[in-house]
């Protein structure tokens, strides 16, 4: 034990090979299978990359038709899912009932379970949950409101189908906008992967035991929850409606996170990893003027925003330690705009990362990865003898 490395936080240490994700965090570089993410942001599509993080590739015309037909082919859900939705209260938060729904696919697919597992049979989950995910997710938001789940529209793409049902009621008439549609596509398509993140290495680590892959990843949803990972995009957005409530003052705010002595920090700023820019997050800062402007909406939280990274990326203490605005610092502002509800905006960062789960589990199992157990430095007490409760 006297040759243990302690790493807490696992902030030096490589925990796999992957040949999935490049990070430059010192130069701001983020590639998808050597695809630099802003051509990808520009150029392909969410379902394209799903493909590519997933097998390596993009595929062929004919590949991609296979894999988005198979996709839209499972979007329903079995009915008795309804009845497991149906036992969560109102006030639950999305994020655990989605978690919960998707590790209910254990029971309904119970081959899943089998260490033994065929390729044909992951093949299959892997389309079962790029497709079902996005019911669940809508479905997850129609309990919270007291409406009506809708089924999926086997007519539409993935996103403009999710955003229908999300958001059609049976009294009205919807459109999806194609607008909103193409934004979403492109936050999801920011956020399909990131090697080896709190909740990658969660998936990684439960899909080591030969856990099924639905219990891999409803792991990985939860790990995402967190305020200081996917959770943080919901923050963000609380956070500045605080600071606009209290009179827009940024300068008070950035005052309290850089007090040691109060626990609150800038959410939506810092990486463990990026430490000059955040790639995805530049795209997104444009990405959010765009839509805002497209769609007419006016939101004045995106100006406190702008102030507020403004400040901080003059200011001394986030210069010396290189904290700058994340991924999740002005996705909210699109989610706002696309008529998202905060409390949902983690639950769109785990539709955005899926297929990046998948492809890390599926690499972990094709690699042989042994099971994850990181090792420890006791610190406890030495030898006792046991005292009788009568004598303590
Ligand atoms: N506000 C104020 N101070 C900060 C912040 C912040 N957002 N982030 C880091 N610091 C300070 C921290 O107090 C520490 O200062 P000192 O050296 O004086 O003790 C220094 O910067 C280094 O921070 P750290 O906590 O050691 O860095 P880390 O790599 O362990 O944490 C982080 C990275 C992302 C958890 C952290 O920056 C943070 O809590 N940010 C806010 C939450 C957030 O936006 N999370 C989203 C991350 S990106 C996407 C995702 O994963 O979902």
Redesign the pocket.
Known sequence: SGLITLDP?FKNTGSTKSAITFLDGEKGILRYRGYNIEDLAEKSNFLEVSYLLIYGELPTQEQYDQFANEITYHTLVHEDIKKILDGFPSVAHPMGVLSSLICSLTAFYPTSLDPNRTDEEIKLSIVRLMAKLPTFAAWAYKNKMGHPANYPDNSLDYCSNFMKMMFALPAEKYEVDPIIAKALDKLLILHADHEQ??STSTVRIVGSSQASIYASISAGINALWG????G?NQSVIEMLEAIKEDGGDTKKYLDK??D?NDPF????????VYKNFDPRAKIIKKAADDVLGKLGVNDPVLEIAKELEEAALNDQYFVD?K?YP???FYSGIIYRALGIPTDMFTVM?ALGRLPGWIAQWKEMRENNEPIGRPRQVYTGPNERSYVSMGDR
């Open positions: 936080g993140n709190c305020p200081l990972h996917g943080a996170a850089k040691k920090r800038l959410m939506g700023f810092g990486h463990r330690r904290l994340n991924v999740d960062f």
